[in-house]
């Protein structure tokens, strides 16, 4: 009995079979080497991350990202800019699941909704302190390999079909219906 001969076949491809989301909203204390008198601006620049799968309900996002913040000093008479460089890691929960994958191994596609953000920055702790609130957000996808059945035509297939199907070969009559002017008759309505 060969293929062809059964309605169904089994195809092993690579698909979604997890997919999760997660923003987070987190403060940050900075430390300038001044006391600070007031916050001039604040920038989160140079965000790098990868991600990848820790269990069958979770994939791990460790990243980092470097907060700038222009401030001035001694009475508003000097200005500074102070950087700090962040870690994270992030465990962001699969919400959909698939269990019918057939192997250990998948590709986790990590996609950033929200790149980390400065919400609010502000002087803190008395004066010494700057504190920063981030948000962040992304989606995650994991690919794995499953198994996918699809139905056969029992007849095979026949490429003559194909041919008669897609020919769209204009006739010489066809071409002598064609109004040239047919834009000229539609502005004028």
């Known amino acids: 009995m060969s293929f062809l001969e059964k309605d169904y076949r089994e195809i092993i491809t690579k698909a979604v ?5 997660k923003f987070t909203q987190e403060t940050h204390s900075v430390t300038p080497s001044h006391r600070p008198s007031s916050i001039l601006g604040c920038w989160v620049i140079n965000h790098l991350y990868n991600a990848k799968k820790k269990s069958d309900d ?3 996002v460790n990243g980092s990202f470097d907060i700038n913040i222009w401030y001035s000093y001694n009475d508003n008479t000097k200005t500074e800019v102070v950087t700090e460089r962040v870690t994270y890691c992030d465990i962001v929960p699969l919400s959909i699941k698939d269990d019918h ?3 250990d191994e998948y590709d986790v596609i990590c996609k950033v909704i929200q790149q980390p953000n400065c919400l609010e920055c502000t002087i ?3 004066g010494h302190k700057i504190n920063v609130d981030i948000e962040r957000e992304f989606l995650i996808q994991v690919i794995g390999e499953t198994k996918i059945y699809v139905r056969v035509n029992p007849k095979g297939h026949n490429e003559e079909d194909d041919d008669d199907m897609w020919d769209y070969a204009v006739t010489d009559d066809e071409l002598e219906t064609v109004d040239p002017h047919f834009h000229e008759a539609t502005s004028k309505d």
């Open 58 to 60: 979770a994939v791990e």
């Open 124 to 126: 803190a702790g008395k």
């Open 17 to 21: 079979c997890g997919k999760g989301k």
């Open 101 to 103: 994958c057939i192997s």
